[in-house]
């Protein structure tokens, strides 16, 4: 995969912080995206909500439009030698950068 991201990104949010997106002009994420926001490619999508999702009720997957992310956009490792995503580093995601939202619910309820 090179370092040129793709058209899109995808980012995994609680449906609690996309429903108080609605009333805000940017995406309203987690603390864990306070160093920067995770944001993931079509292709690891399906592990990241495997890993860390699978015991949520409901989530939302946004789809991204890459260029209208403001801020320094890193392809790089959250540990060394492991796998590579997609970070963004002093930025925010537009709600005028979602091209598309799936809203999963959990089977397990």
Do not use: C
């Not at 860390?52 to 540990?79: C, M, Q, R």
């Amino acid at each position: 995969m090179s370092n040129t991201p793709p058209k899109y990104l995808y980012k995994i949010l609680s449906l609690e912080n996309w429903t108080k997106s609605q009333s805000a002009q940017f995406v309203v994420l987690s603390q864990d995206d306070t160093a920067f926001i995770h944001l993931a490619t079509e292709e690891q999508l399906k592990g990241i909500a495997d890993k860390y999702w699978s015991h949520a009720p409901d989530y939302v997957i946004l789809k991204i439009e890459a260029t209208k992310l403001p801020g320094e956009l890193v392809f790089e490792a959250n540990k060394p030698g492991g796998n590579k995503y997609y970070h963004l580093y002093k930025g925010s995601i537009p709600l005028e950068s979602v091209t598309n939202i799936t809203l999963v619910r959990s089977t397990n309820k």
